[in-house]
């Protein structure tokens, strides 16, 4: 009994509001809102008082005694359907083109639309073409003037390639879009044949043909080929009211209704009505066009048991007594309602859990971040130790017999902390491989960091290659190196701080307050040379500096020398005399031979050590644009004046307490350093030697002035101490014992006074 009660109250509702749709108005008072079954709603009407303009006038068509049709008066086609959101479905013919047995053209139909008011819906229709040796061909205009042409090709051999129902993929049957974005006022379709005529399917296919139809308002049958029935098929068209959007014209929307517009311009605008959410009918009519939608009475989304309020537009559900809630499905719905006392409890149950999972969320966060982060950090060192050379370098010590366990490995945080996070004012100068800062480390020591060039990788190899070669180097005169870093993005090297600059400062800049003495600058000469004769003689393997000159040469507090700069060095393997290499060096030190050959030995730095004995006895720079052209490069010019005679001419008037005959034997070691046959200059073991012999003559004359016999045996002990000096800190020595000449030659010095 309360089933057949609910089916009773089911079909009550739906009657009701079936009256209710049904007499919901759809054209103006007075006037025919229906043309046979068609629906005539309003802008349109059947007369020019029932319609907004001429432009949506429908002919309703007496077809029988007692049948009246709709139809467009511009074209007299059938209308099927007006729909309120803009779509006009009108019947339109197909297009054929039919054969005889043999081939023989019999008739052919061609079809067109041609639309003032209307348009052909771009994205409602499509091209169908139907045949087994059949080309459907549309060609269209849009408002604008411009021509689009499409179409599509149905080919089959048989009567096997059909089956019915199938989609129009090409086989019996073939389907394309029109031209979409565009506005079509007129269109044309035909159906033409494709290759013989029909005549070889004519048996079941005398006739293609052609039609433009609504989206899934046409099925393909094997019948079809013989004879399409269907003299007509739906179209979709598209209708606005007017050529003017919203803002430009004065709409006929009502009060409950919107306006939006259709097209993007004056050319393809208009604009159409809508009604708001919650109401329904005629957005077009001012009087009781859109009306509210009593939702209570029709499908709601209220839950059982909740009781539904229809409101202007909208309507809400109510939860029954006890109850709480939104009373939508959508929503939370209805639920029991809590004493005070428990939904206190939830609440708190609810927010503990929420704070728990919130501290268990960022606890986990925290943690996956900073694993993350130190996962990162690692593989980032490890990039930046490849990226800086680190097997190389391995593979270097490692090749080379050398060592680096003396050599401390620093952390980026050490070196940050030394020099204040590389503040600029800590830079001690630039070079062609890098910057060098001054900082301190934590057991306060003072140290030079060197930063290699960021982003080049060509200053890698220079990097690696100087500490491959310090790492084999142990000798006084040398800037020691105390460690690197490989985990940055750039490499670093540190070095023992040198304080007083560079030998070049000393002699060139005038704003140096410690001038350079004779004696002094003869000591700087024998160090400099002592520490290339232990490269070339007494390291092992050999190692030339390749890149000698007098900002290379740093001065300790005691005004000590200090070779620098291991970037460009190369290390001379045991079975080779020279070395085949890219021309690298500094121009006015540059060794001219092997500028013109390409070929380094240990004679290159000869020649870069004679100009540096030639500055310090001129005082002048290697290389100056300033002076006049003969003078500009200070090697030839110092040779010229050499075989002038004119050396008192060109020493350095700073040069105090020297001895002549002393000057004139250092500078005919630097006139020999200096030839451009590497084979015609000395070796600097014998450079060295030679200026041991005039530094310890020189020192005698000025510190003693005993008896001859005291003389010599001053001498002997000094030449013997600088072989056991030598022989202490370089392992084998850099001289192992001075030969009869330079014996001989200290010897007459000493005599001749």
Same mark, same amino acid.
């Given at each position: 009994?309360?089933?057949?009660?609910?089916?009773?109250?089911?079909?009550?509702?739906?009657?009701?509001?079936?009256?209710?749709?049904?007499?919901?108005?759809?054209?103006?008072?007075?006037?025919?809102?229906?043309?046979?079954?068609?629906? #005539?709603?309003?802008?349109?009407?059947?007369?020019?008082?029932?319609?907004?303009?001429? +432009?949506?006038?429908?002919?309703?068509?007496? +077809?029988?005694?007692?049948?009246?049709?709709?139809?467009?008066?511009?074209?007299?086609?059938?209308?099927?359907?007006?729909?309120?959101?803009?779509?006009?479905?009108?019947? !339109?013919?197909?297009?054929?083109?039919?054969?005889?047995?043999?081939?023989?053209?019999?008739?052919?139909?061609?079809?067109?639309?041609?639309?003032?008011?209307?348009?052909?819906?771009?994205?409602?229709?499509?091209?169908?073409?139907?045949?087994?040796?059949?080309?459907?061909?549309?060609?269209?205009?849009?408002?604008?003037?411009?021509?689009?042409?499409?179409?599509?090709?149905?080919?089959?051999?048989?009567?096997?390639?059909?089956?019915?129902?199938?989609?129009?993929?090409?086989?019996?049957?073939? @389907?394309?879009? #029109?031209?979409?974005?565009?506005?079509? =006022? @007129?269109?044309?379709?035909?159906?033409?044949?494709?290759?013989?005529?029909?005549?070889?399917?004519?048996?079941?296919?005398?006739?293609?043909?052609?039609?433009?139809?609504?989206?899934?308002?046409?099925?393909?049958?094997?019948?079809?080929?013989?004879?399409?029935?269907?003299? &007509?098929?739906?179209?979709?068209?598209? !209708?606005?009211?007017?050529?003017?959007?919203?803002?430009?014209?004065?709409?006929?929307?009502?009060?409950?209704?919107?306006?939006?517009?259709?097209?993007?311009?004056?050319?393809?605008?208009?604009?159409?009505?809508?009604?708001?959410?919650?109401?329904?009918?005629?957005?077009?009519?001012?009087?009781?066009?859109?009306?509210?939608?009593?939702?209570?009475?029709?499908?709601?989304?209220?839950?059982?048991?909740?009781?539904?309020?229809?409101?202007?537009?909208?309507?809400?559900?109510?939860?029954?007594?006890?109850?709480?809630?939104?009373?939508?499905?959508?929503?939370?719905?209805?639920?029991?309602?809590?004493?005070?006392?428990?939904?206190?409890?939830?609440?708190?149950?609810?927010?503990?859990?929420?704070?728990?999972?919130?501290?268990?969320?960022?606890?986990?966060?925290?943690?996956?971040?900073?694993?993350?982060?130190?996962?990162?950090?690692?593989?980032?060192?490890?990039?930046?130790?490849?990226?800086?050379?680190?097997?190389?370098?391995?593979?270097? #010590?490692?090749?080379?017999?050398?060592?680096?366990?003396?050599?401390?490995?620093?952390?980026?945080? &050490?070196?940050?902390?030394? +020099?204040?996070?590389?503040?600029?004012?800590?830079?001690?100068?630039?070079?062609?491989?890098?910057?060098?800062?001054?900082?301190?480390?934590?057991?306060?020591?003072?140290?030079?960091?060197?930063?290699?060039?960021?982003?080049?990788?060509?200053?890698?190899?220079?990097?690696?290659?100087?500490?491959?070669?310090?790492?084999?180097?142990?000798?006084?005169?040398?800037?020691?190196?105390?460690?690197?870093?490989?985990?940055? &993005?750039?490499?670093?090297?540190?070095? &023992?701080?040198?304080?007083?600059?560079?030998?070049?400062?000393?002699?060139?800049?005038?704003?140096?307050?410690?001038?350079?003495? !004779?004696?002094?600058?003869?000591?700087?000469?024998?160090? =400099?040379?002592?520490?290339?004769?232990?490269?070339?003689?007494?390291?092992?393997?050999? #190692?030339?500096?390749?890149?000698?000159?007098?900002?290379?040469?740093?001065?300790?507090?005691?005004?000590?020398?200090?070779?620098?700069?291991?970037?460009?060095?190369?290390?001379?393997?045991?079975?080779?005399?020279?070395?085949?290499?890219?021309?690298?060096?500094?121009?006015?030190?540059?060794?001219?031979?092997?500028?013109?050959t390409s070929q380094l030995t240990e004679k290159s730095d000869v020649y870069s050590f004679g100009v540096v004995l030639a500055e310090l006895l001129t005082g002048m720079m290697a290389l100056s644009f300033d002076r006049p052209e003969v003078e500009r490069n200070l090697a030839s010019y110092f040779g010229s004046s050499m075989k002038e005679g004119r050396l008192l001419h060109i020493l350095d008037q700073n040069i105090d307490e020297a001895n002549i005959e002393q000057l004139k034997d250092v500078a005919h070691i630097a006139e020999r350093c200096l030839r451009l046959k590497g084979d015609d200059r000395p070796t600097m073991k014998e450079v060295a030697m030679e200026l041991e012999g005039i530094l310890v003559i020189k020192e005698h004359r000025w510190g003693s002035d005993n008896v001859f016999s005291?003389?010599? @045996?001053?001498?002997?002990?000094?030449?013997?101490?600088?072989?056991?000096?030598?022989?202490?800190?370089?392992?084998?020595?850099?001289?192992?014992?001075?030969?009869?000449?330079?014996?001989?030659?200290?010897?007459?010095?000493?005599?001749?006074?």
């Amino acid at each position: 009994m309360a089933a057949y009660m609910k089916q009773l109250l089911l079909i009550a509702v739906v009657a009701v509001l079936y009256t209710k749709a049904s007499t919901q108005p759809m054209s103006l008072p007075n006037c025919p809102s229906k043309c046979g079954s068609v629906t #005539i709603p309003y802008p349109f009407g059947t007369t020019k008082d029932c319609s907004l303009d001429n +432009t949506f006038l429908i002919d309703c068509n007496q +077809t029988s005694s007692t049948s009246y049709a709709p139809f467009l008066p511009q074209s007299n086609q059938s209308v099927l359907n007006i729909a309120l959101d803009g779509e006009l479905r009108v019947s !339109w013919p197909i297009a054929s083109d039919c054969y005889a047995e043999k081939g023989e053209f019999a008739n052919e139909t061609a079809q067109g639309i041609s639309m003032r008011n209307f348009h052909i819906s771009p994205t409602g229709n499509k091209l169908i073409a139907v045949g087994c040796d059949t080309m459907g061909l549309f060609l269209a205009n849009d408002s604008r003037g411009n021509n689009y042409t499409t179409g599509c090709v149905a080919l089959c051999n048989s009567r096997d390639d059909i089956v019915d129902n199938q989609s129009c993929s090409g086989t019996g049957c073939c @389907e394309i879009s #029109i031209p979409q974005g565009h506005v079509l =006022t @007129e269109a044309f379709y035909i159906s033409g044949s494709l290759l013989n005529n029909h005549s070889s399917v004519h048996d079941f296919n005398p006739c293609g043909y052609s039609f433009l139809v609504e989206n899934g308002n046409y099925h393909f049958s094997f019948t079809d080929l013989t004879s399409l029935k269907k003299k &007509e098929v739906p179209v979709l068209l598209d !209708w606005a009211v007017g050529n003017q959007t919203c803002q430009q014209s004065s709409y006929a929307c009502n009060a409950n209704s919107t306006c939006y517009d259709v097209g993007t311009d004056k050319s393809d605008g208009g604009y159409r009505c809508r009604c708001f959410v919650g109401y329904r009918g005629n957005p077009y009519l001012h009087h009781d066009g859109c009306q509210d939608i009593d939702e209570c009475m029709e499908t709601n989304d209220c839950v059982e048991g909740a009781t539904c309020k229809n409101l202007l537009g909208r309507y809400n559900c109510s939860c029954p007594t006890g109850f709480e809630g939104d009373g939508k499905k959508s929503g939370i719905g209805c639920s029991k309602k809590l004493s005070s006392k428990r939904r206190k409890e939830i609440i708190l149950v609810i927010a503990l859990s929420v704070s728990l999972s919130l501290v268990a969320l960022l606890v986990g966060s925290f943690y996956a971040y900073f694993a993350l982060k130190k996962r990162k950090l690692v593989k980032l060192k490890e990039q930046f130790f490849q990226q800086n050379g680190g097997l190389l370098l391995q593979q270097q #010590i490692g090749r080379h017999g050398g060592s680096t366990e003396t050599a401390k490995v620093f952390t980026l945080e &050490e070196l940050k902390e030394a +020099t204040n996070n590389f503040d600029e004012g800590k830079i001690l100068g630039q070079g062609g491989q890098g910057t060098v800062y001054k900082g301190v480390l934590q057991d306060k020591r003072i140290v030079a960091i060197k930063k290699s060039k960021i982003n080049d990788p060509n200053q890698i190899e220079p990097f690696i290659n100087e500490v491959v070669i310090l790492s084999q180097i142990n000798h006084r005169n040398v800037v020691k190196l105390f460690g690197c870093c490989l985990e940055t &993005e750039v490499p670093l090297l540190v070095y &023992e701080f040198i304080p007083n600059g560079t030998v070049h400062e000393h002699l060139h800049d005038q704003n140096q307050s410690i001038k350079l003495t !004779w004696k002094t600058r003869l000591r700087i000469a024998k160090e =400099t040379a002592g520490v290339l004769s232990y490269l070339h003689s007494a390291a092992a393997p050999p #190692i030339i500096h390749r890149d000698v000159k007098s900002t290379n040469i740093l001065l300790d507090r005691n005004l000590t020398a200090k070779v620098s700069d291991f970037g460009a060095s190369r290390i001379v393997p045991l079975d080779h005399t020279q070395i085949n290499t890219l021309v690298q060096g500094t121009l006015g030190y540059l060794d001219p031979e092997y500028f013109h050959t390409s070929q380094l030995t240990e004679k290159s730095d000869v020649y870069s050590f004679g100009v540096v004995l030639a500055e310090l006895l001129t005082g002048m720079m290697a290389l100056s644009f300033d002076r006049p052209e003969v003078e500009r490069n200070l090697a030839s010019y110092f040779g010229s004046s050499m075989k002038e005679g004119r050396l008192l001419h060109i020493l350095d008037q700073n040069i105090d307490e020297a001895n002549i005959e002393q000057l004139k034997d250092v500078a005919h070691i630097a006139e020999r350093c200096l030839r451009l046959k590497g084979d015609d200059r000395p070796t600097m073991k014998e450079v060295a030697m030679e200026l041991e012999g005039i530094l310890v003559i020189k020192e005698h004359r000025w510190g003693s002035d005993n008896v001859f016999s005291e003389e010599t @045996e001053n001498l002997l002990k000094t030449a013997q101490s600088v072989k056991n000096v030598e022989d202490g800190i370089g392992g084998s020595g850099i001289i192992n014992s001075y030969d009869s000449y330079s014996l001989n030659q200290i010897s007459m010095s000493i005599g001749g006074r």
